[in-house]
């Protein structure tokens, strides 16, 4: 194995066991020293790879990113129908952090008390970018399908990701027992009904 390949490696193996211990301690703060042993690893062992705890989270986050973001694209072009591309994105985000509630910690803020606001800043932008796209969606279906929210276009998409927030702000706050994709199904159906409406012919 080359060295880089054996640092890339070790970089991951200290994300995994960053979020692993953020999942086994709801609420508790994890310091490098804890990390370290966990991982095996000095201290300094970890600096070399990320300058500080930050820079981890930081790792993380773009994790989130790319795996949200890259499964929405894919929403995007396979599905056409407004409702459903609405659904799936929301979905998506439910069982995301239900699969990672380690990582879902950082979704909340719950982990970076303390730490740098550009985390805080970054993690906003995420969920910001999600509600233009879902605005983007509404929007579309306009154009497309004849339909056209019940709610402002704005207050329309923050419904939708306020909705998701809160599942996931529940999840945290009941240390991972309330799933986030409880009784979704049924909350969906009732949401999507009155949703949007079919926009009458001039």
Not at 137 to 144: M, P, T
């Amino acid at each position: 194995m080359s060295k880089s390949n054996q640092k890339v490696s070790r970089r991951q193996q200290i994300l995994e066991a960053l979020a692993s211990m953020l999942e086994a301690s709801p609420g508790e703060r994890i310091t490098t020293a804890a990390l370290a042993k966990e991982v095996g690893v000095s201290e300094a062992a970890l600096y070399r790879h990320f300058p500080s705890k930050s820079k981890m989270f930081e790792g993380l986050i773009e994790f989130i990113e790319e795996t949200i973001f890259s499964r929405v694209n894919l929403i995007l072009s396979e599905e056409p129908q407004a409702l459903v591309r609405c659904e799936k994105i929301l979905f998506l985000l439910l069982s995301f952090t239900e699969r990672n509630p380690g990582i879902t910690r950082l979704l909340t803020g719950d982990a970076l008390t303390g730490e740098t606001d550009r985390l805080r800043i970054r993690v906003a932008q995420l969920f910001e970018r999600v509600e233009t796209q879902l605005k983007q969606v509404i929007r579309e279906a306009e154009l497309r399908e004849g339909l056209r929210p019940n709610l402002p276009l704005s207050a329309a998409a923050n419904l939708l990701i306020s909705l998701v927030d809160g599942r996931i702000t529940q999840f945290v706050r009941s240390e991972f027992k309330r799933l986030p994709t409880e009784y979704w199904q049924d909350q969906w159906q009732a949401l999507a009904a009155g949703l949007m409406r079919e926009n009458p012919p001039m």
